[in-house]
Structure formats: C-alpha cells, structure tokens
C-alpha cells in the first residue's frame, strides 16, 4: 500500500497534549497549525457569490481575470516582473501543488529531490509519493557530485522564519542552472516579512534571477495573506515551458479550481487593503506573544517573517510541548520538521486575539 511508505501524520501524534491543553479551566489555546482564524474580506466573499452559478466545468488554466490579476499582484506587491500570463497556473491549494509536483514532473526511483533540512513535511512527502530519493540539505556543498532534478527551498521558513537574502538565492539559483536542476520556491509567507530593513524577495525577482525564469518555479498561496485556507486558492509560476507541462498533465487528471473560487481569487490578488488589514493583526498578535514568551524564559530564533514562532528552552521539544499543555497551550514540537528540531516548538500567529491574549497572561503569570 502506498500509504505505509509514507510517515506518519504529525499531527496524529498529538492526542495525548491536546487532550491535556483542553482541560485547561479557560479552555485551549491551539498554536499548533498554522490556520487562519480571520473572517474571509467581504469583498471577496462578494465575488464568490458573484460567482457562484458556475454550471461548467472551470478552466484548469486559469480565466484570462484570475491570470492577469496574479501577474499584476506579483509586480506590484513582490516586484516580480517579467511574468507571462499562460505561464500563471491556479493550483487546489499549494500543499496539493508541492505535493504532486514531483509526480506531475515525472519523477522517480533514478531521481534527487532537495528539500530544506528543517522544512514543512510536505516537500518529504512529495518526493515519497513519485518514489525518489530525497536529501535534506541546506548547502548544495553537502550533495557532492550528485544532481538532483528538482530542489525546494523555502522562504520565509516554515517553520523557522528564516529569510533567505538575495545572494543566497541567487547562489542557489546559478548553482541549479549550472546543472540543469529545477527550483521550486515556496513562497506562501512571502507577504509576512516583519523586518522592514530585510524584507522577503521572491526568487522570481529581478535581483535574484535576473528576469530570466528559466527553470524556476514560484509558488504562492492566498491561505495566510487573504485568510483563504478553506477556499484552497493558490497559484505556481515562473518557467513557461515548466508551467505548461504541468498544465497538460493537470488537464488530464481533472486537477481544476473551480470557477467561483477563481473569481474570489481575483478579488483578493485585486485588493491590496484587505492584505495590509491581515497583516497588521497578525504584526499585533506575534508583538504580544513574542514579549510572553521571551518573558517565559524562551529564546526565540529567526522568526523574522511568516506565521511562526520559533523557540526554544533548550530542553528536548516533547517536555516542552508536554509543561505548555499544562498551560493549556498546544504548539508543534520541532522534530515534526526535522532532527534539527529537536529542541524547539513552533508557536503559530493563528488564534484569536483574545486567544493570543489569554497565552501571554499563562506564560507570564
């Protein structure tokens, strides 16, 4: 069966502290997953319902409205320019997409996949499910001779935080090139960067690529930024050539978005104040949490951009999920995203503010 090649859900392993942080006479405070909790912008409701007498099926590639607006958002709030409209594909969320991508690429036993050393499981599961090999690596200098087909990186982390700078990127990007490999940058907390001086850049931008998509690949997601985790609403582009081989195979297996998510899709690539609105309660929600938990006696790493807090008490990350229980908090213990997790939790942005609220007075109390 296929599922016994693959790892155990994470989160499955989670019943016995979540039972515990329930007990809590306040009741739970759930940081563990990276859900938004936020009421979806009217605006983009509106368009959804606008939409919703859709009795055809959707197009897989994207309407003509949903590619132009992603090509204009990415200019205007990324930089990213140069991006054609057939190279715009609408993916079922980008889990689906960088889950399938290795299969949708066809690749196999004979294959390479890179993924960051502490990454979102996914990447792992991805390369698991086509029957490659995969190498955790953070340096292309720990692969040696070998080269893979396809290598992951993510920035801002999940789920550490961490940005990547430009060199790094571009290092990445030339050393791919030189050997023919394909990069795929998930960039689903790209627009979540809270040092000013450093913000996060697309590996579609120009300083990092220099305007040349060859072999490269960006994904984005409107699940953080627009609070559309239950619309599964994202998008991949970059390499035209990349971007339409998976069209093809995407037409085939009937892996479409369907039309009315398109159009809310349009309304939220189209509104940039609900974006900043989002944003600004998340900046509230992370100022609040990070002073508790420093407070608590934590250190907190990275954690520059995205959704996460990234801590530490330098104790094996089980007794510190376990004692957190007791508070009636629940985070993700760091082994979920790699061995060099193993002493840390992540601490989601993605509760209510009251709830965010009720976290800090149990950590500082």
Not at 125 to 130: E, N, P, W
Not at 165 to 186: C, F, I, N, P, Y
Not at 316 to 343: H, K, M, N, Q, W
């Amino acid at each position: 069966m296929l599922s016994a090649s693959l790892p155990v859900f994470p989160w499955d392993t989670l019943a016995d502290v979540t039972a515990t942080a329930r007990a809590h006479p306040d009741g739970i405070v759930d940081l563990s997953v990276g859900t938004p909790v936020d009421e979806v912008a009217p605006v983009i409701r509106d368009a959804l319902a606008a939409a919703s007498s859709a009795p055809g099926y959707p197009a897989t590639a994207g309407t003509p409205a949903l590619r132009a607006s992603a090509v204009a958002a990415l200019q205007r709030r990324y930089g990213v320019t140069g991006v054609a409209e057939n190279a715009v594909l609408p993916v079922i969320g980008t889990k689906e997409a960088i889950a399938w991508l290795p299969t949708l690429l066809n690749l196999g036993a004979d294959d390479l996949v890179v993924v960051p050393e502490l990454a979102y499981p996914t990447y792992d599961v991805g390369a698991r499910l086509a029957g490659a090999e995969v190498v955790a690596a953070d340096s292309v200098t720990q692969l040696g001779p070998r080269t893979p087909r396809l290598v992951f990186v993510n920035s801002p982390s999940n789920p550490t935080g961490k940005v990547l700078g430009v060199e790094h990127l571009r290092k990445v990007v030339q050393w791919a090139r030189s050997r023919g490999a394909l990069v795929a940058s998930d960039e689903c907390y790209l627009g979540l960067g809270w040092d000013p001086v450093a913000p996060p850049v697309s590996i579609l931008h120009p300083s990092v690529c220099d305007g040349d998509h060859t072999g490269l690949l960006a994904i984005h997601s409107l699940s953080k930024t627009s609070s559309l985790a239950g619309y599964r609403a994202g998008l991949v582009t970059g390499d035209p050539a990349v971007v339409a081989e998976l069209l093809a195979v995407r037409k085939h297996a009937g892996m479409m978005v369907p039309t009315p998510i398109q159009a809310a899709m349009v309304a939220a690539l189209d509104d940039d104040a609900h974006e900043a609105v989002q944003k600004q309660r998340y900046a509230r929600r992370r100022e609040v949490l990070l002073a508790a938990v420093l407070a608590a006696g934590f250190r907190v790493d990275h954690s520059e951009a995205g959704l996460y807090l990234w801590a530490t008490r330098d104790e094996p990350c089980r007794d510190t999920l376990a004692s957190l229980a007791e508070l009636g908090i629940l985070v993700a213990p760091g082994e979920f995203y790699g061995a060099g997790g193993r002493l840390y939790v992540r601490m989601a942005l993605t509760a209510t503010d009251e709830r965010i609220d009720a976290a800090a007075r149990r950590l500082t109390s």
